[in-house]
């Protein structure tokens, strides 16, 4: 694993406990397949052209989790034609950085150098300080003469500046075979992003064709089995960092990155996950310290202690972002029915990360508190659906398929600390919390209740904004329909018994655009024309704000 850096955002000690969802189980892989780690294997299933050039940035750059005065750079140099991510293969290289306030680099702030080793399978990271507050900066990487791409990125504002203003690109739920990376690509044309957020799923790890693509494989995993070693996790990463659609996106903008469950297995807890055969996969302990060690080598992610994600970065006075694991230290999900959602022994975030964040929501003195959660916090109960449409949405939201009320991986099914967050926030009289959030596919604007079965006589302690996914199986995905079709009979139904839900769009694909002031906070959300086309369109869909000190979601009938 990378060594962690030093740094100004607070870092957070670890507990003990993790989480995940639940759509289709997979075969089990063969444990000779799934620990394969030849070279030959490793190069036929990447893209022709990494045994082609050496060295060279076939994975593009990075940046990510900026700061005042930094910003945390990323690379992966392929040294020589063997060198495949995984393989252990390729002669330790010398990696330059350079960083400058133009372009064309004539005004150079920063530069040094590191050795790419086969130990951190070549990834480079460089935690560059020194830099002024909210400036825009362009960096590039070298090796043996062969200079990577250049990228601009962006550091944040000084603590106490009074910003006027933030945008940031919001996404989650990439699944490589379901679809092209076309949000990516539109995100990055703006051109006016102070960051981007990926709240989750930014790998898949299922096998080819064992993850909803609508009975179509866009394109095949690399590798072509179920990820289980850090052979394989360290080469999924570097397939999906192939895609230009979002090398085009780090290349304009430093990414904010949580992971959620596929990033390690579906339905990941602290002590296991659904999608993991104890045994077959060899042990959970082994494969989830895989998974996490090839996250932070290929992330431009700084790791808090004990290897977590949960961290916080500030933006001025206007907003400060915490930023949750909820797959390390939760209880395991259980079914419904037994009560046991109510537990107070049980726990999603763990009883350390839970008192941090409450304890920086009580202390923070920036107009905005923002919470970026991989799972959904507002509650929702199904209500009236017809048989036809009931079953495919309890798959898609993990239920089980009788029709309960609860998802038992969100934070329905781990009450007892929503409640105890909500009720500090009440009680601290806590204003202008914005949950952040991905994972369910569908798009959502929501208030968060104190008390959903008597909203909205109950107040409201929260707001809460929801993106789909990129390419994840929506709900017309795995019914087979055309698009709209669920979502015009479902999405009524739906809001019918969740009186703080405003708006839930269960069938499209897209992408969300955070635009902050003072005043308010809005979500903007985007569509695409198509996920399995490469030269997808994108067009505005909705738009919902919480004006500061309300607590509650309204509809705003343009984009900013």
């Known amino acids: 694993m990378t060594s962690r850096h030093r740094s100004s955002e607070s870092t957070v000690p670890a507990s003990a406990d993790a989480s995940s969802l639940s759509p289709r189980r997979r075969t089990v892989v063969k444990a000779a397949a799934a620990t394969a780690v030849l070279a030959g294997p490793l190069a036929a299933s990447l893209p022709a052209r990494a045994a082609t050039q050496a060295p060279a940035f076939l994975h593009g750059v990075a940046s990510g989790d900026p700061l005042p005065d930094g910003i945390l750079l990323w690379t992966r140099v392929t040294p020589t034609p063997e060198a495949i991510p995984g393989s252990g293969l390729g002669p330790d290289t010398e990696v330059s950085w350079t960083v400058a306030r133009d372009k064309a680099f004539t005004d150079v702030v920063a530069q040094g150098s590191t050795l790419a080793t086969a130990a951190l399978d070549h990834t480079v990271k460089a935690d560059i300080r020194g830099l002024r507050p909210a400036t825009d900066y362009w960096f590039r990487f070298s090796a043996g003469g062969t200079d990577s791409p250049v990228a601009r990125t962006r550091t944040a504002p000084a603590a106490d500046a009074a910003v006027t203003g933030l945008r940031f690109g919001v996404v989650s739920c990439t699944n490589w075979e379901a679809g092209h990376f076309s949000a990516y690509r539109h995100l990055a044309a703006r051109g006016d992003l102070d960051a981007w957020l990926h709240l989750g799923d930014y790998i898949y790890e299922y096998g080819t ?39 085009a996106l780090h290349h304009r903008a430093p990414v904010i990155a949580i992971w959620d469950d596929h990033e390690i297995a579906n339905d990941a807890w602290s002590g296991g996950a659904e999608n993991h055969t104890e045994g077959a996969e060899g042990t959970w302990a082994a494969r989830q310290a895989a998974a996490k060690q090839a996250y932070f080598e290929w992330m431009p992610v700084r790791p808090a202690l004990a290897g977590t994600t949960y961290r916080r970065l500030r933006f001025g006075r206007l907003a400060d972002l915490s930023l949750l694991d909820l797959r390390s230290f939760r209880s395991q999900q259980v079914s419904l029915g037994n009560g046991e959602v109510d537990d107070p022994d049980r726990t999603l975030t763990g009883r350390a990360q839970l008192d941090w964040l409450k304890a920086g929501l009580t202390a923070s003195d920036t107009t905005w508190r923002l919470v970026g959660t991989s799972v959904m916090i507002s509650p929702f109960a199904i209500g009236s659906l017809p048989a036809s ?6 798959k898609l939201l993990g239920l089980p398929q009788e029709g309960l009320a609860l998802n038992t991986d969100q934070w329905d099914g781990y009450t007892d600390d929503r ?6 926030l009440r009680a ?7 949950f952040l959030t991905g994972d369910i596919h569908m798009a959502w604007a929501n208030d968060v209740p104190v008390n959903a079965g008597t909203y909205p006589l109950s107040p409201s302690a929260a707001t809460e904004f929801v993106v789909t ?8 995905d795995i019914v087979k329909v055309p698009e709209g079709t669920v979502s015009s009979v479902a999405a009524p139904l ?15 694909h897209g992408y969300g655009v955070l635009d902050i002031t003072a005043e308010r906070a809005q979500m903007d959300y985007y569509v695409l ?32």
């Open 494 to 508: 739906i809001r019918a018994a969740n009186r703080h839900v405003h708006w839930v769009d269960t069938d499209r």
């Open 529 to 560: 024309s198509d996920r399995t086309d490469p030269a997808a369109t994108s067009a505005w869909a909705r738009s919902y704000r919480t004006r500061s000190g309300t607590q509650k979601v309204e509809r705003a009938y343009q984009p900013v």
């Open 419 to 424: 409640r105890e967050l909500l009720a500090h």
């Open 428 to 434: 601290n009289a806590v204003r202008n919390t914005v």
């Open 469 to 476: 996914s990129v390419t994840s199986d929506n709900l017309d």
């Open 209 to 247: 064709g064992e993850y909803g693509t609508r009975g179509k494989t866009v394109r095949p995993h690399a590798p072509a089995h179920e990820i289980v070693t850090l052979a394989d996790y360290r080469l999924r990463h570097a397939t999906y960092k192939t895609d230009p659609d979002l090398q």
């Open 389 to 394: 449409l009931l079953k495919p949405l309890a």
